[in-house]
């Protein structure tokens, strides 16, 4: 396991060795992948921690010193808001003042890095990584409950849409606000937020907007590995955001690509990936996901991702990054949520820009649950609730278990590149036009290759036709196996198909039930519902709910009471 705390005024010693800095103590066990980049420094004065990669530091040096901990550090203190606006990469971190005891705590624009926050008068803990915050609270005799609104979410959504976690006293600092703790009083505020506020343009300024900001978005990801002497490890599959991604930067001459997938055996995803590898000449890994012994990973991706989305989400990630000589690589660059933001979450404009509503994006309706409408108020649009929720809590909480082995980044959730994509007119975005009319005008062998979201048609508009058909065979296909009890192989990972062919991992996962669903701190509507989700469910809905009694079993089976 990899990653760091800080705390105040609290005894952290069960962690290991750690730096004591007076009442703030700090336990780092950091993979280091950029250690110019971090930041730890210490004087009478203060403590200023950072984690993570940036990419503009000479931006705050230029003119001032070379010396980027101590520069930064200062902008910091003088101007936390303008200071953090301007940075950019992947980054948390936190400044403790020695002399008032005034923590400030914060996290990256875009969900990059999690931070996690305990306050308890003045005793705090700052942490990527929750077992760690539990190994301290229980050291320390701290009661910590178990949250059944975690639980709500995770049956539902399969993440968390706000700050939660499973544990009520610790909560998620969000993507673009920063923690501020003062005399035990905690706030948060927001520094960054974005917006789809569309600007007036051509469909030919929109393809050169997006070309110029996605080409300067690959730059700051590839140019970090370069200065490090790191090789480029890209993602690649079937769709089209990670062919873009290893597209461009191979096209800018970021060729030194190891190419890595993972899907069913003989899946388009499979196929389509190795043809575009070999085309531009790449290094290739797949992994076949058919062994399913990932399946098997249940405690440790919810230990790695702290609980904080459901244990199937991230498939074969973990075992394929587990696999691979780490120490090559900085950053595994993927194309996170590239089809929803040069694209659409939603096709209808009323829908993205109208007031955010609950109950869409879930991974299951199976339970209905109603969520404090607070949460809402927070977001200008249902689109950017989908953003936040479904894009950085949602699919980006794989990043907390890949950055246990590498750190991550996607060109897509480039601030600058976010800001870009949802200033292009929803017109534009909807169905995909200006996304292919972008791989149209600029890299156009890139759509000669089939696109698994289509059943293999290529990605031009051209052939919407031939895409309607592809899809209209695959619904009758899906129809078929339906009605007849047929295993419908026809998607990337057929879960529900590898399950019900395989008895040990049926076993695996009812014994794992069996032995945790009487749990006490589960009470008795709460078990009813993940009773129902575990037996009625698919596997998907399974893993949400296995999901909830993992994190159970991990946290509270040997709580110790306050």
């Known amino acids: 396991m990899h990653g760091w705390l800080a705390a105040g005024d609290l005894d952290i010693g069960c962690l290991g060795d750690f730096c004591e800095m007076g009442t703030c103590k700090h336990f780092n066990n950091l993979l280091n992948k950029f250690p110019d980049d971090e930041i730890l420094i210490e004087d009478t004065q203060k403590v200023s921690f950072l984690n993570g990669y940036i990419y503009n530091k000479k931006d705050y040096m230029a003119g001032v010193s070379q010396n980027w901990p101590e520069v930064f550090t200062e902008s910091l203190q003088k101007d936390v808001t303008g200071s953090l606006k301007n940075l950019r990469g992947g980054f948390c971190g936190y400044i403790f003042d020695k002399q008032n005891g005034r923590l400030t ?22 942490s990527d990584h929750l077992d760690y915050m539990v190994e301290v609270l229980k050291a320390n005799r701290l009661l910590f409950d178990f949250n059944p609104l975690a639980a709500k979410y995770m049956l539902t959504y399969g993440y968390m849409i706000d700050n939660s976690t499973f544990i009520k006293q610790i ?53 970090k590995d370069k200065e490090y002497n790191y090789r480029h490890l890209v993602d690649l599959s079937g769709g ?19 190419n890595i997938a993972y899907s069913q055996a003989g899946y388009q995803d499979a196929n389509i990936s190795e043809k575009i590898a070999l085309h531009l000449g790449h290094e290739y890994i797949f992994k076949f996901l058919d062994d399913i012994q990932w399946m098997y990973d249940l405690e440790e991706i919810t230990s790695q991702n702290n609980g904080a989305a459901l244990y199937m989400g991230i498939t074969g990630g973990r075992r394929m990054l587990n696999m691979l000589h780490m120490e090559q690589f900085g950053i595994e660059h993927t194309g996170m949520i590239g089809d929803s933001v040069i694209g659409t979450f939603y096709q209808d404009k009323e ?50 278990t890949r950055q246990h082995y590498i750190e991550t980044a996607s060109p897509f959730m480039d601030v600058d590149f976010l800001d870009t994509a949802f200033s ?139």
Not at 370 to 375: A, S, Y
Request: charged share 30%; proline share 2%; glycine share 4%.
């Open 424 to 562: 292009v007119p929803f017109d534009y975005r909807k169905h995909h036009h200006i996304y292919l009319k972008w791989i149209k005008e600029k890299y156009p062998e890139a759509a000669e290759f089939g696109w698994e979201k289509w059943g293999g048609i290529k990605p031009k508009e051209n052939l919407i036709f031939l895409r309607k058909v592809r899809t209209t065979q695959r619904l009758l296909w899906k129809l078929v196996c339906s009605l007849f009890h047929i295993d419908n192989r026809d998607i990337m990972n057929p879960v529900d198909y590898w399950y019900d062919k395989d008895r040990n991992i049926q076993k695996y996962l009812t014994d794992f039930y069996n032995s945790n669903i009487e749990s006490q701190v589960i009470d008795d509507n709460l078990r009813k519902d993940i009773s129902l989700m575990f037996h009625a469910g698919t596997v998907w809905e399974k893993s949400m709910a296995l999901t909830v009694l993992a994190v159970v079993k991990k946290y509270f089976s040997s709580n110790v009471e306050g």
């Open 351 to 400: 829908v993205s820009y109208g007031k955010p509503v609950f109950g869409k994006n879930v991974y299951s309706e199976r339970l209905r649950y109603e969520f404090d409408k607070e949460i809402l108020k927070e977001y200008s649009s249902q689109e950017m609730f989908a953003v936040y929720t479904r894009g950085m809590l949602g699919a980006e909480s794989s990043y907390i």
């Open 171 to 223: 909560h998620r600092l969000l993507p673009g606000k920063y923690l501020c703790v003062e005399n035990g009083e905690a706030a948060v505020t927001r520094y960054h937020f974005i917006n789809n506020v569309e600007k007036q343009m051509t469909e030919k300024e929109a393809v050169e907007k997006i070309d110029i900001s996605f080409r300067e978005a690959i730059r700051r990801e590839f140019e």
């Open 240 to 258: 089209l955001d990670s062919r873009m991604v290893s597209w461009v930067a191979h096209d800018m001459g970021y060729t030194n690509q190891v």
């Open 105 to 126: 705590a914060y996290a990256d624009q875009s969900g990059v890095k999690a931070l996690y926050y305990y306050v308890n008068g003045r005793q705090w803990i700052l």
